[in-house]
């Protein structure tokens, strides 16, 4: 009788270990396995093509930039986006590029061109410029997806920078 207790207890107490052990090394490997990810919108520009003095072309350029680790992930799970915000607040998509990877230091750019801008126009509209991520990105089982820093995923920039290029 006395034996078997000592056996049960033995043996949970070894099993007790087991895990404290399994889970201390399993939280190790993830600590040295976990890569820095992070995607910036690095930089969002106009640039005039005057037709006249205060009408004309803009181009808009946005450069988005992996500036940790290599990015990988699956499909469907991340869109780069240029959208425009009109004064009323209302949101349109100019450029949308969907992508899965991005190697370190690689980088993605979206232009645009609107045609026949008004500088004279008193509220024009602003842009900005995106990372989208899926909700589930962060539990997908994947850290090679796990943005560190969503701080620099958006840049915005107001229509009236726009007016004064003119
Ligand atoms: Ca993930
Ligand atoms: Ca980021």
């Known amino acids: ?12 107490f070894a099993f007790l270990l087991f895990c404290l052990a399994a889970a201390c090394s399993s939280d ?4 040295d396995a976990k890569p820095y990810i992070d995607l910036t919108a690095e930089s969002l520009e106009f640039s005039v093509e005057k037709i006249e003095d205060f009408f004309g072309n803009v181009t808009i350029t946005g450069t988005i930039k992996n500036i940790g680790e290599d990015y990988q ?8 986006r240029l959208v425009e915000r009109s004064a009323t607040g209302q949101v349109t998509t100019l450029v949308e590029q969907k992508f899965v990877n991005l190697a370190a230091g690689e980088t993605i750019v979206l232009e645009y061109v609107v045609q026949g801008w008004r500088s004279s126009e008193e509220f024009p509209p602003g842009f900005q410029l995106g990372i989208y991520y899926e909700p589930d990105i962060y539990i997908d089982g994947n850290p090679n997806n796990d943005d560190a820093n969503p701080k620099n995923d958006f840049l915005e920039k107001k229509g009236t920078e726009i007016n004064k290029l003119f």
């Open 73 to 80: 992930s699956s499909e469907g799970k991340q869109t780069v």
């Open 28 to 31: 190790d490997n993830k600590a």
């Open 1 to 12: 009788m006395k034996k078997s207790i000592l056996s049960i207890l033995t043996t949970g």
